[in-house]
């Protein structure tokens, strides 16, 4: 019998094996294929060297503007998944986790298969390992929600993307939460019409509404077909040249045809084979593993961490949960997750970013002072060409606590984590605004903004005039 058994061998997994091992556990890990999980092999990693290859198509397309004659950029697709594969070895032949786990004699079974629970502390997987374990960590991630009309098998997911051959003419992405508005971006950039459908009534739904609204309008112009709002999908059918989707809204049905139909309509939880019953692991109504603040779950044994939770399902937490997961496996219930603020942001053409509160959510809990700071009015985007955006900070007028920061545009996603820093190390407003902050930077705007909101709350001489330059 081993102390801690992990399941899973994405970020989870991988820190809570690291963790259990260094507090002194007999320490083993199973995983059903390769080390690393969905961030380095599925997520994050590849997408996001789409995501540089589509940045870098808009900033050869500027060369001309700053003097640099070139001929158009072509992309060659299949060189660009062959980057994908270079970057995803690199990034895993450079990982330190591996020797770390070996340092400290965590035992890991790669290329399992799926693991299932035979009885509460034994755990099977596909090729025939059976381990038992006083401790099981669950880390085992989500997989994409699958549509149930009729003809959904003709849709595709986002690691549909690995196995095209060539960039698609034409693409319906349904779906424009953070995955489904990433994959519309990639793809419009790499040259095909992309129509982006959306049931709810704006996408980026968990954004701030100002961010979706801009978001929208740059797709939009971008040459990317937005529908919110569309009604219901009915059916899809294969056609020669693609799919057809069937949908209908208020009685009147319409369709749309394209060569692939992406499906981004959210995750869950990868337990499916499992067997979790067999452990009385329960599910919370959302179909995720229920767990409490200690992330213990309904048997007491047995814990889960990472987007197997449902909670934010990003690789920082399940890093954070896979720490305070195999912390209370090893020595008792002794950390909660916390509820700390935590940057969220995507590589989207423009980027956008958040961290803490919409405005909003805000305004009903707070009394508010709100800054907003465009982008065409700032030194660094203007000598980059970037002047589509903007950063909103957000502030309690008695408390002066930062509560939000939401930026649209270029390096939306660095700016924001320069605010969580703020926000983590609960900085006043007007204190944020006293930091000199390099010039010029596109971080900068936070100095900006923060001295807006201080003069809104009449904190002296901090005004946003003697910050202009910024
Ligand atoms: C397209 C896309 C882009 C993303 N971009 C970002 C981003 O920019 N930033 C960010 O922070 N996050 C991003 N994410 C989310 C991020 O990838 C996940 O939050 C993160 O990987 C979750 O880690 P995890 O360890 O919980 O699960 P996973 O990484 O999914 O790992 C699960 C592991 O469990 C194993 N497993 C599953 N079932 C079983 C079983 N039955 N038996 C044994 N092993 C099993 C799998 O093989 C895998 O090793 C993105 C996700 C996607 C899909």
């Not at 084979?273 to 309904?298: H, M, Y």
């Not at 309690?396 to 820093?421: K, P, S």
């Amino acid at each position: 019998m081993i102390d801690v058994l992990v399941i899973g061998g994405g970020p989870a997994g991988v820190v809570a094996a690291l963790r259990a091992a260094d507090s002194g556990a007999k320490t083993a890990l199973i995983t059903r294929d390769e080390f690393g999980g969905m961030a380095a092999n599925d997520g994050p990693v590849p997408v996001r060297t789409l995501a540089h290859a589509a940045r870098l198509i808009r900033e050869a397309r500027q060369l001309g503007q700053y003097g640099i004659a070139v001929s158009q950029p072509v992309l060659d697709y299949q060189r660009l998944l062959e980057r994908v594969k270079e970057v995803v070895n690199d990034v895993r032949a450079h990982s330190t986790f591996r020797s770390q786990l070996a340092s400290v004699n965590v035992v890991v079974y790669e290329n399992e298969g799926c693991a299932r629970f035979t009885d509460p502390h034994t755990v099977e997987t596909a090729t025939g390992l059976r381990l038992r374990a006083d401790k099981i960590i669950i880390c085992t991630g989500g997989v994409s929600r699958r549509l149930s009309v009729q003809g959904s098998e003709f849709t595709a997911t986002h690691s549909d993307a690995w196995a095209l051959t060539s960039v698609p003419a034409s693409m319906l992405v349904i779906g424009a939460g953070a995955t489904g508005a990433q994959v519309a971006s990639i793809f419009n950039a790499f040259g095909s019409q992309v129509q982006l459908f959306h049931a709810g009534p704006r996408i980026l739904p968990a954004e701030d509404e100002e961010v979706s609204a801009a978001v929208a309008t740059a797709f939009r112009e971008s040459g990317i077909v937005v529908r919110e709002n569309f009604g219901a999908i009915e059916s899809f059918e294969k056609t020669p040249a693609g799919v057809r989707m069937y949908f209908a809204k208020n009685g009147k049905q319409e369709s749309v045809e394209a060569n692939v139909v992406v499906a981004a309509i959210g995750w869950v939880a990868g337990t499916s084979t499992l067997d979790l019953a067999k452990a009385d692991v329960q599910l919370n109504s959302r179909g995720f593993i229920c767990v409490d603040e200690f992330l213990t779950t309904s048997a007491p044994h047995v814990f889960a961490a990472g987007d197997v939770t449902g909670r934010l399902m990003l690789v920082p937490q399940a890093i954070q949960d896979g720490f305070i997961a195999a912390t209370n496996a090893v020595r008792g219930a002794t950390m909660k997750v916390s509820d700390q603020a935590a940057p969220i942001g995507s590589f989207t053409d423009p980027e956008y970013a958040q961290v803490g509160l919409t405005e909003t959510k805000a305004r009903e809990t707070h009394d508010i002072a709100t800054g907003v700071v465009n982008f065409n009015s700032t030194t660094r985007t203007i000598i980059d060409g970037r002047t589509s955006g903007f950063c909103k900070l957000i502030a309690d007028r008695q408390t002066r606590q930062i509560l939000g920061c939401h930026v649209v545009g270029e390096r939306a996603v660095e700016i924001t984590q320069v605010a969580a820093v703020a926000m983590a190390g609960t900085m006043r407003v007007d204190d944020l605004a006293q930091v000199p902050l390099s010039f010029p930077t596109y971080a900068g705007v936070l100095g900006r903004v923060a001295a807006n909101v201080t003069r809104q709350l009449n904190l002296g001489p901090c005004s946003d005039e003697l910050l202009i330059s910024h």
